[in-house]
């Protein structure tokens, strides 16, 4: 799979790195295990998704490539849309703390029991609302949603550190999703639209 990635384009190596340590087969269900190295996203349960692998090193790349990530690594990340916790593992290699929130108590729950074997110290998972980010912890150096909304909320904006950077599927007028890069210069936001990409929907509120 890390080969893959690598001939794909995938260059940062603290990615590569992260994406070779991470098990992906222990975060599917049972019945998956043979597909959990393909570039595919696969069922969570809950009609909800594990991104493809492909998809989680461009975030991640995108993530560790931000200006402020360039001296001194990545600090604190949010994550919108813990899911069943693969892509908190692999941030919980390229970033100081990582902070996952969940909207689903069921997967917020599968999450907690997929990690606890790996003990990642730095991993913080929460259950809420991931619209109104997590104010406790921030500022934070990065933010990256699992989910697809309509329009950047406010709070993460408000939540970036100066000089982070916020990765994030949207929709364009449209319709079209798209992931979205915004930077959080000292001359304002500066917003970078990139490839068409599929999530699943950003919802408000928590079930
Ligand atoms: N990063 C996950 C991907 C999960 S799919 C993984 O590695 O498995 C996206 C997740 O975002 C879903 O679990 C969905 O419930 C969650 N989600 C959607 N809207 C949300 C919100 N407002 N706050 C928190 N989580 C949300």
């Known amino acids: 799979m890390v080969q893959k990635l690598a001939a ?7 990615v590569l790195q992260a994406m070779s340590v991470v098990e992906r087969h222990r975060f599917v269900d049972s019945a998956l295990v043979n597909q959990a190295y393909e570039d595919t996203s696969l069922p969570i349960g809950l009609a909800q998704t594990i991104s493809k692998p492909s998809v989680v090193a461009r ?3 995108l993530l560790v490539g931000a200006e402020g990530a360039r001296t001194g690594g990545l600090g604190r990340v949010l994550e919108i849309g813990t899911g069943c916790g693969y892509q908190a593992a692999v941030l919980s290699h390229i970033a100081r703390e990582v902070y996952t929130v969940e909207r689903l108590r069921g997967l917020h729950e599968k999450a907690r ?7 990642l110290a730095n991993v913080h998972l929460l259950f809420g609302d991931g619209m109104q980010g997590y104010a406790k912890g ?3 150096a990065a933010i ?3 989910a697809g909304g309509e329009a950047v909320p406010q709070a993460w904006c408000d939540q970036l550190a100066m000089g ?3 990765v994030a599927p949207m929709a364009l007028v449209g319709g079209q999703q798209v992931l979205l ?4 210069t000292a001359h304002g936001l500066k ?6 990409v599929h999530f699943v929907p950003l919802k408000s509120g928590i079930a």
């Open 138 to 140: 921030a500022p934070y």
């Open 59 to 61: 975030m991640c790349e």
């Open 181 to 184: 890069v915004i930077d959080k």
């Open 191 to 196: 917003q970078s639209v990139l490839e068409p």
């Open 8 to 14: 794909g384009g995938i260059c940062a190596p603290s």
């Open 113 to 119: 029991d997929n990690l606890r074997h790996l003990r």
């Open 164 to 166: 982070g950077r916020l």
């Open 144 to 146: 990256i949603a699992a």
